[in-house]
Every structure is written in structure tokens, then in C-alpha cells.
């Protein structure tokens, strides 16, 4: 069965530093999400991205994050300057329609920023 | 703002009980609502969705129903195993908004 990849499974990395983390969806999907999760709380939507566009994204998303499908296949969230409070669990998700289509979930990349 | 709850935030129950799950939600406007569920460091497993056009879906022991009118939606689990143990979360899709979860545990 088809399944949402994430690289690397665990990043760590200094603050101030920038990250990319990689994505690769179900290969006839055609809407990418990248949620977060801090540790012990909810599950946050952080944006939507749709015929190489953001189609939607929250107030979490701001001008540090960025996302970008370089290929056919990946799909990347780059954070440019990370601050110690973006250490969480990043969980990439794909569906093939937004409003009546579940969506799959990567199992997610651990991101630790010291 | 879409606000998503869910009750009980923890719940333990002997292996073979029925039990449910809540979940509610304070905007109707909503595409669908997804339950998953999460193991413990690991990523979200899809269960079922819900069309905001149906009223249920079920699949093998789990049965999901949605009431928009009164912004609730319930997972039904029958015949609980301990393999059911996991984090249960309910999300509404709007712009996508996460419940707080369920921590389950079935004991054997």
C-alpha cells in the first residue's frame, strides 16, 4: 500500500540554524499539508499546498517557514532561522482531494533545537 | 476560530467493553471530520472520514457518526482489544483543526 515518507526521522540542530525537512507524498496525491506537534499537545495545521501553491496556512506559518515542491516527487518545509520553541514533530500528510479524501500522514520528523 | 474537544481526555476500560468516544466542534462549516489514531511516538493512522454530506461510516469494529447541526461527532470502538491502545484524535477539516485526543487504554 502507498504510503507518505518523511527524511530524516530525528533532526537536531542549533538555534539560528536552518532546516529542510523532506517529504515524499502518495505519488497520485494532489494536496500536501505539514502539521506540527509539540510534545504533550495537540496536533496544529501549519499550511496547505495545492497546484504548487499555499492554499491555506495558519497564523503558525509565518515569514521563518516556507514550503516548496523542488520535483515531482518531494515535498519540503524549510525553517530559516529555528528558534528553540520549533522543537517538535513534524508529520507531512497528502490526500487526493481536499474536502471528501483522507488524508495520510508521514510518520513525522523529530525536530530538537538546542 | 474552530475549536475542536474531546472527552474523556483519558479513558481505561477492560478488554471487550464497547465504548465512545466524543469529540465536538463550535463551527458546522466543516468539509469532513477524520478520527485517527496515534501510537506513542509514532504518526497518525487514519480510521475513518466522515463526509460533511453522511451521517456515519464504519469500518470493521469502529463506527463514526457526525451531527453538524449540534457540532459532535462520536467513535464507536466494539469489542475493545488491547491493541486498541493508543491516542484517538478527531479532526475537523475547515481549515484543519486537531482535537486535544483520547488517550485509550484496554486492558487485558
Known amino acids: 500500500e502507498p504510503e507518505v515518507t518523511q527524511t530524516p526521522s530525528h533532526q537536531v540542530t542549533q538555534m539560528g540554524q536552518e532546516v529542510i525537512l523532506r517529504c515524499v507524498p502518495i505519488?497520485?496525491?494532489?494536496?500536501f499539508y505539514w502539521y506540527r506537534q509539540i510534545l504533550g499537545q495537540k496536533v496544529e495545521f501549519l499550511v496547505s499546498?495545492?497546484?504548487?501553491?499555499?492554499?491555506?496556512k495558519s497564523e503558525i506559518f509565518d515569514d521563518q517557514f516556507s514550503v516548496e515542491r523542488p520535483d515531482g516527487s518531494n515535498f519540503t518545509l524549510k525553517i530559516r532561522s529555528t528558534k528553540l520553541e520549533d522543537s517538535a514533530m513534524y508529520f507531512c500528510?497528502?490526500?487526493?482531494?481536499?474536502?471528501?479524501?483522507?488524508?495520510?500522514f508521514g510518520p513525522g520528523t523529530r525536530l530538537l533545537v538546542l | 476560530k474552530q475549536e475542536v474537544t474531546q472527552i474523556p481526555a483519558a479513558l481505561s476500560v477492560p478488554e471487550g467493553e464497547n465504548l465512545v468516544l466524543n469529540c465536538s466542534f463550535t463551527?458546522?462549516?466543516?468539509?469532513?471530520l477524520q478520527w485517527f489514531r496515534q501510537d506513542p511516538g509514532k504518526g497518525l493512522t487514519s480510521l475513518l472520514l466522515?463526509?460533511?454530506?453522511?451521517r456515519e461510516q464504519t469500518s470493521g469494529r469502529l463506527n463514526a457518526s457526525l451531527d453538524k447541526s449540534s457540532g459532535r461527532s462520536t467513535l464507536y470502538i466494539a469489542a475493545s482489544q488491547p491493541g486498541d491502545s493508543a491516542t484517538y484524535l478527531c479532526?475537523?477539516?475547515?481549515?484543519?483543526?486537531f482535537g486535544t485526543g483520547t488517550k485509550l487504554q484496554v486492558i487485558p
Open positions: 466522515i463526509q460533511s454530506s453522511q
Open positions: 479532526a475537523a477539516h475547515q481549515k484543519v483543526t
Open positions: 505519488s497520485n496525491h494532489l494536496y
Open positions: 499546498f495545492y497546484n504548487n501553491e499555499i492554499s491555506e
Open positions: 500528510a497528502s490526500s487526493l482531494d481536499r474536502d471528501s479524501e483522507t488524508q495520510y
Open positions: 463551527d458546522s462549516a466543516i468539509y469532513n
